[in-house]
């Protein structure tokens, strides 16, 4: 077995030799691998990775090079495992490929050189037609797992004279055209293109013709007749196993780049030019006979995590045939039954792949004959319930550290302890998916205004919201809903924020669907839902489905190793996890969910919990002169200290940060008539709303700016905040900590101008409640939102402020110039075509907005020193996100309260993937 070493021509790096850097590239996630292997490219260090290898000059640490599949067949082979001889074509092979739509010229040398090798490994020859020939899989295989994405063909060498060579040496003819009719099949779908349903239906008329329930129903005669159907089907399928083994090997790195593995990559945030090796191995045959057979394991069960041996097999049948669903197939113990020492064979590579990898294995193996064949092991897939008692397990049987269990854990499924999940046993009839934009899974009868949706939720009904698009005047329905589905909107829309901070389902910017709000009709397809018919949604993955679908409903705070994973995190990381809250309830979820504050209190939030609030808030943007303003602010005034005094006692002894009215007046603005007529005269009141109308109301008349043109309105809020600090003070019942944040500031005199409005208004509260000057701690901040505020972050800082708060959310929208309500029109064909690798509103764009960010913390730091620097947008609850947030040494992060788990295991992620980076290569 060769090492690593010499695989590469460029000297060592200072601390590690080259075989423990390219552990730590597995280690990374996989785009931060490939950068890093980019990194060095550019840098001129050169790599020489060889195009084709055999299985013994490879091992499990090559995966960049052989690909998952590859390296891991690599190690088997090496660690004594019955594994069928092969060879792997190497991933640099697939981008030189994909670059110039062609092979490179000394390739095919190459791997006939090595094809002769494994034919004297195994003693038999390719395309032989005198002995018993030698047929081939070729399969592809990923630097990360992307199972069923890529292509494969099975049994390749069968040529007409093989075949007829075949049936006289092994007198089995079934099985030959069983085989053989296998191979057209595949080859013809996966390398020549044509409809692989036609050969589906061939099979099925066949067996209706015949009588046959099953495949193995049909004899030999049958699969005669069926091979003979395939050809007329496909009767350009080459007769030459060289040319079929070259054109499978084109089409494997080709399908690289066909739409479910682009789009599974974009999912996944796999690099999408990492590519895939492909994988030439000795066929052996699983259907031969009754004395044969083929399976499917996992090394601890994937559903639960439980430490039992887990899996299915299927006699005298091929891999596919499992995965298919062809026939029902048996458990592992049918093998006990039928072959006790097979069993205890493989129950024994269980256990030495287990400690081997140190992970749950997902195996696929072979029985030809009554011997065993394993053709591979992966870390298995797993549930999240399965992934967080295997970690624990684990490390109780010091089998991995604490470190390796957290690492392990992917945080975007820990939502799966949150909420409601669609079981996954269930019967479900999808009919349609968009995004997954705040989890859980949610039933109810489809109801299209948010008063009709406050107005059936009263009895108990459950009731899903289904709108065009959202807006803040639908808060109230979105309350009471179950669910919410839209047809507009991205993953950072108005409804996906919301919906996430209450804990509701939401699936946005579902664009196969069109809603008619005026007709209450939901159409999909030609099919028509009305006003009453029952909808089920799945906000993990996105789905809408038909009717009620079962649910399960796992407990975060009673599951013990859920909680003994957070504990564990909390230990390693650096970052305070604060959430975003706008209410008492949602507070008291964050606070139980484990937020050391909030970060975020939009208190425009606080306006629309019901009609009274709302209708004040109207009459107040409306009103024409200073002193109609005050008179309703002090109203508003009344209805934020209620909630606030509420939020004090929820939040008692951690920091509540409260950012100034941030929504443009415009969105405040009576929709129709029937509302314009409850706030009074109906020309009059239209009048009025048209003067205020805007036409870019995001970057018009919001944020800081409407404390410079109406101190009035601020002077509300801090009164209402302070008031509601010194009452819970004074009544004993909290200890309330303040943060007053200004929002979208782009210049340092705007802070100048609102800051001492701010204290003198303190001020008065504490002289009016009779209270201390330094009786109620607050600190006086901003939110920075614009690109100019990270250019002028310096002057800004400068100005006496005590935080600074990243609003990555419109920081993300000001610098790419998208609307975050109307990228699902683009956003998404971006992804796809490679213009974009995430969505930049779901994941922080390091390069562009990170800098940003890197720039403003420099600034701000080198004139303030001990500002405090977070980070309060929907990045905050992003994993990949947090991690930067980690990197770049801010002190927080706040997101929505049902996040906030999902946030802490990331932040405790980043601190051991900083720590165990290896140095690069110089």
């Not at 074509?89 to 095919?108: G, H, M, Q, Y």
């Not at 890529?150 to 060498?157: I, K, P, Q, S, W």
């Not at 110039?817 to 930049?840: A, C, Q, T, W």
Request: proline content about 5%; aromatic content about 6%.
């Amino acid at each position: 077995m060769s090492s690593l070493s010499g695989a590469f021509t460029t000297k060592p790096p200072l601390f590690v030799n080259q075989q423990k850097y390219h552990k730590s590239l597995i280690s990374m996630a996989p785009e931060d691998a490939a950068a890093t292997l980019a990194g060095e490219k550019k840098s001129g260090a050169a790599v020489d990775v060889k195009d084709v290898y055999l299985f013994s000059e490879g091992n499990k640490s090559m995966r960049e090079i052989l690909g998952g599949k590859g390296a891991n067949l690599a190690e088997m082979s090496n660690i004594g495992l019955p594994v069928p001889p092969g060879f792997i074509i190497s991933t640099k092979v697939c981008n030189d490929f994909l670059e110039r739509n062609e092979l490179p010229a000394n390739l095919e040398r190459k791997y006939i050189e090595a094809l002769r090798t494994v034919e004297s490994q195994i003693g038999r020859n390719f395309a032989d037609t005198r002995a018993l020939p030698l047929l081939l899989s070729v399969r592809s295989g990923a630097v990360a797992s992307m199972p069923g994405m890529m292509d494969t063909v099975l049994n390749l060498g069968l040529s007409d004279a093989v075949v007829e060579n075949l049936i006289r040496l092994t007198d089995n003819p079934r099985w030959v055209y069983d085989t053989q009719r296998r191979f057209i099949h595949m080859f013809s779908d996966v390398v020549m293109g044509i409809d692989g349903e036609l050969f589906e239906k061939a099979l099925t008329d066949l067996k209706a013709e015949r009588g046959a329930k099953v495949d193995l129903d049909l004899d030999t005669e049958g699969m005669k007749e069926l091979v003979k159907r395939y050809k007329e089907i496909n009767p350009n399928v080459p007769d030459d196993p060289y040319t079929q083994l070259k054109l499978s090997i084109k089409a494997v790195f080709a399908s690289w780049n066909n739409p479910r593995a682009v789009r599974y990559r974009a999912y996944n945030r796999i690099a999408n030019d990492s590519g895939t090796a492909v994988n030439v191995q000795a066929m052996v045959f699983g259907n031969l006979n009754n004395n044969c057979g083929t399976g499917v394991g996992f090394t601890r069960n994937p559903a639960t995590g439980e430490n039992v041996f887990f899996g299915e097999f299927l006699i005298n049948a091929q891999g596919e045939d499992v995965v298919a669903g062809i026939r029902t197939p048996e458990s592992l113990n049918a093998i006990r039954e039928k072959w006790p020492k097979i069993y205890d064979e493989l129950f024994q590579i269980r256990d030495q792949l287990e400690k081997h990898y140190k992970n749950m294995q997902d195996i696929e193996f072979t029985i030809e004959n009554g011997k065993l064949y394993m053709l591979q092991t992966r870390d298995g897939k797993r549930t999240a319930k399965g992934s967080v008692k295997m970690a624990i397990d684990m490390v109780g049987e010091g089998l991995i550290s604490r470190e390796e269990a957290l690492l392990r854990i992917s945080p975007e499924k820990m939502d799966f302890f949150l909420h409601p999940s669609i079981d996954p046993k269930a019967a479900k009839t999808v009919i349609a998916t968009g995004l997954p934009a705040s989890p859980g899974a949610a039933t109810g009868i489809i109801v299209f205004s948010p008063e009709d949706a406050e107005l059936t939720a009263k009895d108990g009904t459950s009731v899903i919201l289904v709108r065009r698009d959202t807006t803040p005047e639908d808060i109230h329905g979105m309350k009471a809903a179950q669910g919410i589905l839209t047809q507009l909107g991205g993953m950072t829309s108005h409804a996906a924020v919301v919906a996430r901070g209450m804990g509701v389902v939401c699936v946005s910017g579902c664009e196969k669907v069109t809603v008619d709000v005026k007709n209450e009709i939901l159409e999909c397809d030609g099919q028509f839902l009305r006003r009453g018919d029952v909808l089920t949604l799945d906000g993990t993955s996105g789905e809408v489905l038909l009717g009620d679908v079962d649910k399960i409903k796992i407990g975060g705070q009673q599951d013990e190793d859920f909680q003994t994973l957070l504990n564990w995190a909390d230990s390693y990381r650096v970052l305070n996890v604060k959430a975003n809250a706008d209410t008492p309830e949602d507070a008291q979820t964050a606070r139980l969910l484990g937020a050391e504050g909030i970060g975020l209190c939009r208190t425009e939030h606080m306006f629309f919990n019901d009609i009274e609030r709302i209708n004040t808030m109207r009459k107040m943007v409306l009103a024409e002169t200073q002193e109609k303003r005050e008179l309703l602010l002090n109203d508003l005034s009344a209805y934020q200290k209620e909630d606030m005094k509420a939020i004090f006692l929820a939040m008692s002894g951690l920091p509540v940060t409260i950012r100034l009215l941030d929504p443009p007046l415009h969105e405040f603005l009576p929709k129709d008539d029937d509302t314009c007529e409850m706030i009074g005269e109906l020309d009059v009141i239209k009048k009025r709303c048209e003067e205020l109308e805007e036409v870019n109301p995001m970057m018009g008349f919001r944020g800081c700016r409407l404390s410079v043109v109406y101190p009035e309105i601020t002077r509300m809020q801090v009164t209402a905040a302070i008031s509601a600090a010194c009452e819970v003070v004074k009544e004993g019942s909290a200890s309330p900590e303040i943060e007053i944040m200004i929002p979208l500031v782009s210049t340092s005199k705007e802070i100048e101008f609102i800051t001492p409005m701010i204290k003198d208004t303190i001020t008065d509260v504490l002289s009016e409640y009779q209270l201390p000057d330094k009786s109620i701690p607050y600190k006086i901040g901003t939110m920075i939102e614009l690109p100019r505020a990270c250019v002028r972050a310096d002057a800004i800082a400068k100005a006496g402020i005590d935080f600074m708060s990243f609003g990555t959310n419109d920081l993300t929208q000001s610098t790419w110039g998208f609307s975050r309500d109307d990228m699902g029109h683009f956003v998404p064909s971006y992804i796809e075509k490679g213009v974009l690798n995430s969505d930049p509103f779901v994941t922080l764009d390091r390069a562009g907005v990170g800098s940003f960010i890197r720039m403003a913390q420099e600034k701000a730091l080198s004139v303030s020193p001990y500002l405090e620097l977070g980070v309060c947008g929907e990045h905050g609850g992003d994993p990949e996100s947090v991690r930067f947030f980690h990197e770049a040494g801010l002190d927080y992060v706040s997101c929505s309260p049902y996040r906030v788990p999902i946030a802490r295991i990331a932040a405790g992620q980043a601190v051991i993937r900083q720590k165990e980076r290896m140095p690069k290569l110089p």
